[in-house]
């Protein structure tokens, strides 16, 4: 995935979500694959940052912060580098979401979809 330029930060970008976050209690690193990191251990690795995210007060703000900004790397409001690129390539790159909440408005159901029983894994019988 190439690398992000600093242009795509939202110009209202706000920082006082990441205070309250769940990921600020954890190994930062366990957001960031290390590089090589394939298969079932990125897996694991991404569904146990995911779960932190799922019960992170400040989840969707941070998730709408990635989409707005096009955030390349890292699992963010429990969207991994994949769920994200998914939602990139579905949107319209002339009318991106870029003011406060269209990321929500824009992938509120991937964003959903992130943290649901599928994304870990559990299948309904």
């Known amino acids: 995935m190439p690398q992000q330029p600093l242009a795509q930060v939202p110009h209202d970008a706000t920082w006082f979500w990441q205070e309250h976050g769940s990921c600020r209690s954890v190994d930062p690193t366990l957001f960031f694959h290390p590089q090589n990191e394939r298969g079932t251990a990125r897996i694991r690795r991404d569904r146990t940052a995911k779960a932190i995210c799922a019960r992170c007060p400040v989840r969707l ?6 989409i707005r900004a096009r955030e390349p790397y890292g699992v963010w409001g429990g969207l991994s ?11 319209d790159s002339r009318n991106y979401p870029r003011q406060r909440g269209d ?11 992130a943290i649901s029983p599928g994304a870990f894994g559990v299948t309904a019988h």
């Open 61 to 66: 703000d941070c998730a709408d912060y990635a």
């Open 81 to 91: 580098e994949d769920d994200r690129e998914r939602i990139y390539r579905r949107l």
């Open 103 to 113: 990321g929500l408005r824009a992938a509120g159901s991937e964003v959903d979809r």
